[in-house]
Nanobody
Framework: QVQLVESGGGLVQAGGSLRLSCAAS????????MGWFRQAPGKKREFVAAISWGGGTTYYADSVKGRFTISRDNAKNTVHLQMNSLNPEDTAVYYCSAATGVSTKAEQYDYWGQGTQVTVSS
């Protein structure tokens, strides 16, 4: 069992940056790949970024490639999403998730956090 709690969301102007964090608990955390997804009002949940359990493999959605960076610190049971050059299209609730294998597909993830709101003003 893995419990996930996101933090770091907020309101930022276009062009600004935010760093999301996800604190994980559960003794098997280190064996899980981690992902970030987001869901805007009226839209389906979409993949943002993912990282393998060891951190050696990462995936990004085309829409965030070059602007967002996913990282993890297994010693601290945390995963981060550094978001730079934010634009209003990045406005959404961001969810942290855990899966047994790194994936870009939401259905492959077994555990989810409650989400954190990111709002980018123009």
């Amino acid at each position: 069992q893995v419990q996930l709690v996101e933090s770091g969301g907020g309101l930022v102007q276009a062009g600004g940056s935010l760093r999301l964090s996800c604190a994980a608990s559960g003794r098997t955390y280190r064996s899980y790949a981690m992902g970030w997804f987001r869901q805007a009002p009226g839209k389906k949940r979409e993949f943002v970024a993912a990282i393998s359990w060891g951190g050696g493999t990462t995936y990004y959605a085309d829409s965030v490639k070059g602007r967002f960076t996913i990282s993890r610190d297994n010693a601290k049971n945390t995963v981060h999403l550094q978001m730079n050059s934010l634009n209003p299209e990045d406005t959404a609730v961001y969810y942290c998730s855990a899966a047994t294998g790194v994936s870009t597909k939401a259905e492959q993830y077994d555990y989810w956090g409650q989400g954190t709101q990111v709002t980018v003003s123009s």
